[in-house]
């Protein structure tokens, strides 16, 4: 559980150094911080194979939870092109694993069986998101896409031990802000967020065969709304 603990708090301390790194952004950019708060949407964590002793496993898709998700954004447009800017974000979400049957199917034949509730925690974080805005009085439509370092950390339903694990997705949003005044603004936007999440010690599947573990697609569509401030 150390480390588990190290590496969030590695990452987190990366993070911190990113939003240190666009204070000191171009001169005459237009920065920002933000706060936002929403809810995760997760599809299926869909095209799960096995890995280690469980290659050649198949398993059935696997329903995940709707969670709340909050995080922070930190960023700038650029002044001599308005319409471009830079963006860095981390948001947190828990799309835990519900339970349910599931079938794997190897060589030998297929069996079904009940995976118990897995709790799993994604943080999600997005170095360098290019965003583009629409500028129309106070209202300002914008998207963006960019990487997302996709840090997981799942507890296994049947053994009660935690592991994690990093991966590289996609991140993209689209969104809408409206400027309350010159320094603050409010916004909401979807994001779409996508990567192949690797569980190497998961054993809470029906089959499953010591020291294999198994890696699938996660996708999550996010709904998220949240409040700005604008620097001079």
Request: hydrophobic share 40%.
């Amino acid at each position: 559980m150390g480390r588990v603990n190290r590496a969030f708090g590695g990452w987190s301390m990366a993070a911190g150094m990113l939003c240190l790194a666009l204070s000191g952004g171009p001169a005459g950019a237009e920065m920002y911080s933000a706060a936002q708060m929403g809810v995760a949407l997760p599809n299926n964590f869909s095209s799960i194979e096995g890995t280690g002793r469980n290659t050649g496993t198949t398993i059935s898709n696997l329903n995940l939870e709707n969670s709340m998700m909050y995080g922070l954004k930190f960023g700038y447009y650029l002044d001599s092109i308005k319409w471009l800017g830079f963006e860095a974000e981390l948001f947190n979400s828990k799309p835990n694993i519900k339970q349910q049957s599931a079938t794997a199917a190897n060589a030998t034949g297929a069996i079904t069986g009940t995976v118990p509730g897995t709790s799993l925690r994604v943080l999600n974080l997005a170095p360098v998101n290019i965003v583009v805005r629409y500028q129309m009085g106070r209202m300002e439509p914008y998207a963006g896409v960019g990487m997302g370092i996709f840090m997981t950390n799942l507890k296994d339903g049947a053994t009660g031990e935690s592991s994690s694990n990093t991966k590289i997705g996609l991140n993209t949003q689209l969104g809408l802000r409206y400027r309350v005044n010159e320094n603050v603004s409010l916004f909401g936007e979807w994001k779409y967020n996508r990567a192949s999440l690797d569980f190497p010690g998961f054993t809470a599947i029906p089959a499953q065969s010591t020291g294999g573990g198994y890696k699938g697609d996660y996708s999550v569509h996010i709904l998220a709304f949240g409040v700005a401030y604008h620097y001079d």
